[in-house]
């Protein structure tokens, strides 16, 4: 049974860090390209960040270049998003995803992903 859970979420004030963090088990990490996607109330979800199979290529959403950044350990079977200079308009439910493809690269569409996390709430004050 493949599972993936997110941690790391919380409240912060603007300009403020968290990390995200994404343990996956039941699937072999290490040959599954992963990324972070996000949902804020009335909004569709978006891809915020994604990660190739071997972490030799990412993807980022423009709203967040050169703050967010995400990698993975495949030694933990975990996935992480640092994200820095945080925003109000980070506040959102951020979710971890598997592709559904081996060795996968960058991909940013929610169809291509087949296991997700429940989600962690991000709340970021002005």
């Known amino acids: 049974q493949v599972q993936l859970v997110e941690s790391g979420g919380g409240l912060v004030q603007a300009g403020g860090s968290l990390r995200l963090s994404c343990a996956v088990s039941g699937r072999t990490f290490s040959t599954y390209g992963m990324a972070w996607f996000r949902q804020a109330p009335g909004k569709e979800r978006e891809c915020v960040s994604a990660?190739?199979?071997?972490?030799?290529?990412?993807y980022y959403a423009d709203s967040v270049k050169g703050r967010f950044t995400i990698s993975r350990d495949s030694a933990k079977n975990t996935l992480y998003l640092q994200m820095n200079s945080l925003k109000p308009e980070d506040t959102a439910l951020y979710y971890c995803?598997?592709?559904?493809?081996?060795?996968?690269?960058?991909?940013?569409?929610?169809?291509?992903?087949?296991?997700w996390g429940q989600g962690t709430q991000v709340t970021v004050s002005s």
């Open positions: 990660i190739s199979w071997d972490g030799g290529r990412t």
């Open positions: 995803a598997s592709q559904r493809v081996l060795f996968g690269t960058t991909m940013t569409s929610e169809d291509l992903y087949d296991y």
